[in-house]
C-alpha cells in the first residue's frame, strides 16, 4: 500500500506561482515514477508532469512545459510541482499518483485526495 498526501493550493493571481507537495509514505519502492494530473469542472483528469523515483527523468505536458518544474526529495519521500506564470486555465483539482507508468493516467494505482488551484484573471 502506498499512502499520497497533497499540500500547497490556493488561490493566486494570473501570472503568479504556486508550490504542491506530495509526501509518500508505505511501499513507496514498489512503484517507479510520481505524476501529477489535474481535472479541471466538467473535464476529464488530464497528465500534467511526471518524474521517474530512480532517474529524475521527468515528462511535461505540453501545456505547461516551460512553466511547471517537477522535482523530487528521495531522503523526504516527497515530490514537488513548481507551478510559475499561472494562468486561468490552470485552474483545477491537482492529484498526485503514483505507478509504473508515465503519462498514461492508467498507469497510476495510488492517488491522493487532491488539492484545488484557482488562479483569477
Known amino acids: 500500500q502506498v499512502q499520497l498526501v497533497e499540500s500547497g493550493g490556493g488561490l493566486v493571481q494570473a501570472g503568479g506561482s504556486l508550490r504542491l507537495s506530495c509526501a509518500a509514505s508505505g511501499r513507496t519502492s514498489s512503484r517507479s515514477a510520481m505524476g501529477w494530473f489535474r481535472q479541471a469542472p466538467g473535464k476529464e483528469r488530464e497528465f500534467v508532469a511526471a518524474?521517474?523515483?530512480?532517474?529524475?527523468?521527468?515528462y511535461y505536458a505540453n501545456s505547461v512545459k516551460g512553466r511547471f518544474t517537477i522535482s523530487r526529495d528521495n531522503a523526504k519521500n516527497t515530490v514537488y510541482l513548481q507551478m510559475n506564470d499561472l494562468k486561468p486555465e490552470d485552474t483545477a483539482v491537482y492529484y498526485c499518483?503514483?505507478?509504473?507508468?508515465?503519462?498514461?493516467?492508467?498507469?497510476?494505482?495510488?492517488w491522493g485526495q487532491g488539492t484545488q488551484v484557482t488562479v483569477s484573471s
Open positions: 499518483a503514483t505507478g509504473v507508468g508515465l503519462t498514461s493516467i492508467l498507469s497510476y494505482d495510488y
Open positions: 518524474i521517474r523515483w530512480s532517474t529524475s527523468t521527468t
